[in-house]
């Protein structure tokens, strides 16, 4: 794949100031409605190649793995590993983690029609996360899976949802997005027999995506756990990965 936002490489800039006056810009940058070229149905179908992406940690290093999928089947596997640059800062982790997912895409042979990321879009303090920013950096529709609420609020209560239930994420105080906004959606994939409680997912366009169709696209992902496949994948290659370092 080609960088095609080459100021927007997600290494780390001289302070945090910077990184989020960057986010800033990456926000202004990406597009929060259906411009994609790519459709839910498309993704259900087996007529769009997704590709998963997710990581895994050893010692300083951070292993980024890519699992890219066409109908179902795995048509391509990237990976990059490099050092860790900075600890754990809630909203800036593009900066932490975004070098070995740019160098893993950039190696990679296919050219995705969506990506699909362990982390958030805009759902994030200035609407730029991990997901926004590759798919900023590489003008490709991108979604991010998160598994925790960063900021926003939903509009009711997530809790005990049913499988395939969605509740908005509205835009709050903490966010740059006008308060009210829907930028993403509670998403409960899967629930299980004799289970009290299954944590929905938190899915956000990162670029190209409206709120509704991410989640849609989502969806059509499937697989049988809790995990869209594509990350699921992404995230069991990370650990093999991780396993043979």
Not at 41 to 59: E, I, M, P, T, Y
Not at 203 to 219: E, F, I, N, Y
């Amino acid at each position: 794949m080609e960088l095609v936002a080459e100021r927007f490489r997600p290494t780390r800039p001289d302070s945090r100031e910077a990184m989020k006056q960057l986010q800033a810009e990456i926000a202004t940058e990406a597009t929060f409605e259906d411009a994609a070229g790519v459709t839910p149905a498309d993704v259900r179908s087996g007529d769009a190649v997704v590709a998963g992406v997710d990581q895994a940690f050893l010692d300083e290093r951070a292993v980024s793995a890519v699992v890219v999928l066409r109908g179902g089947e795995v048509i391509a596997r990237e990976s990059a590993v490099t050092p860790l640059s900075m600890p754990y800062v809630p909203g800036l982790l593009a900066f932490r983690e975004g070098e070995p997912i740019v160098a893993a895409l950039e190696s990679l042979d296919a050219e995705p029609d969506l990506l699909v990321l362990d982390g958030s879009g805009r759902i994030h303090y200035r609407e730029a996360g991990i997901a926004t920013h590759v798919g900023v950096c590489f003008d490709v529709p991108a979604v991010g899976v998160a598994k925790n609420l960063l900021c926003g609020q939903p509009k009711r209560a997530t809790d005990a949802l049913r499988a395939g239930e969605r509740v908005p994420i509205e835009a709050d105080g903490s966010m740059s997005a006008p308060d009210g906004t829907v930028v993403g959606h509670a998403y409960q994939s899967r629930q299980y027999p004799n289970s009290t409680k299954i944590n929905p997912l938190y899915v956000s366009s990162g670029h190209r995506l409206a709120a509704g169709t991410a989640t849609d696209c989502v969806a059509a992902c499937g697989g049988e756990y809790k995990l869209p496949r594509p990350t699921r994948l992404a995230d069991a290659y990370a650990d093999e990965l991780k396993a043979h370092r």
